[in-house]
């Protein structure tokens, strides 16, 4: 799968990282679906810790939740346990675990005052949840959908950089800009998604057509 | 299709005051893509014009923007002209007027500093985008999805109620308890509809291996 924006020698040094853990927890009989509940609880901790304006602490949260978020993924294939439930529960608790990170921008744009922030936490959270819809949409018509500038990787990276960069500078503009990053890479992504549904749409029915004549 | 807790009839009038507006529209050829777009501008407008603490003129909006929704399906069926892409982007912008009532509630929440308002404008919209998430993740599993007690139809009756009463009582808490009460009903209808998958998959798993016997 494309990771967009992230380069993939980053993820897979990620995956290089992980590999030992999802090991050991496998010898302890540990199941895939235990550590994909475990990733989102960190994840939505480290939301509200960063909503409380602590941005050091909930951005190290944060980057444990989605460093255990893809620890499910591994640990399923080493043990050979993933199950078609456990992708489905995991794809599902994504999409709160992506929420959590918008609802986190818009009540800090409501605490700060700043409706900048506020309106682009919820564009954020909008086009985070549009973009694997699309996605799921498109598939349940027998289409590819993974494609587009910003997946989930691209968009959770950008946004834990803005959370880290505010963390070491003080300065929570980083955060502000990085969300506006999300919304609007988000968004071109949706667009990109429906006009690939759209152009093979209209190839399968063409190619329909042709098969009448 | 069910409508949960809205009621059949109440649905079929809607359907039966829309038939002669479907006729006209297909006899001025217009096409339904036209009217799908259109539809979510003016619930667009709607919930532009409710977050600016207008409840009467942005709950008729709304409500002409939601019958402009049911009239796509309508002109398509009329009219035979309706094509898959028609329908995946029906469900793809009506993710969109879904977000923007919850966003209208949050913005309200954000300008009256009802932090309980603006918070049950986040659990509704997060709780609107994943029930029919987890409907199109099963129906590319090959599953159904569409079960539950608030659905899109439930869901935006509530919401409508809520605001017409704001509007007829200029009493606010009323659009606060029906934003709460999509938040609640739309969680459990993403857990009900999570328990239904998980369930057809075990049961498929089941026939599955009596097969191999």
């Given at each position: ?24 927890l496998?010898?302890l ?6 550590v994909?509940?475990a ?30 978020d ?10 050979g346990?993933?199950?078609?439930f ?34 682009a936490?919820?564009?954020?959270l909008?086009a ?9 949409k498109?598939?349940s ?7 587009g500038?910003?997946p989930?990787?691209?968009r959770?990276a950008?946004y ?18 990085a969300?506006?990053a ?28 042709e098969?009448?004549?």
């Amino acid at each position: 799968m494309s990771h967009g924006v992230v380069p993939a020698a980053a993820a897979d040094g990620a995956r290089g990282l992980l590999a030992p853990v999802a090991h050991g927890l496998a010898r302890l009989g540990v199941s895939p679906n235990v550590v994909t509940v475990a990733g989102l609880v960190v994840t939505l901790g480290g939301a509200t810790v960063l909503a409380a304006e602590r941005p050091l602490a909930g951005g190290l949260l944060l980057l444990v939740g989605t460093l255990g978020d893809a620890l499910d993924g591994q640990l399923a294939r080493a043990t050979g346990s993933g199950t078609r439930f456990g992708a489905f529960l995991d794809s599902t608790l994504d999409r709160v675990a992506d929420a959590a990170l918008g609802a986190a921008a818009i009540w800090l744009g409501h605490v700060h005052g700043d409706p900048v922030l506020l309106l682009a936490g919820i564009a954020a959270l909008v086009a985070s949840s549009l973009v694997p819809y699309v996605r799921a949409k498109a598939e349940s018509l027998g289409l590819a959908g993974a494609v587009g500038t910003a997946p989930r990787e691209a968009r959770i990276a950008l946004y834990l950089i803005g959370v880290l960069l505010w963390a070491v500078t003080g300065d929570a503009r980083a955060f502000l800009v990085a969300v506006i990053a999300v919304a609007v890479l988000g968004t071109l992504t949706v667009v990109e998604r429906v006009v690939h549904v759209s152009r093979a749409l209209r190839s399968a029915s063409q190619h329909h057509n042709e098969g009448n004549r």
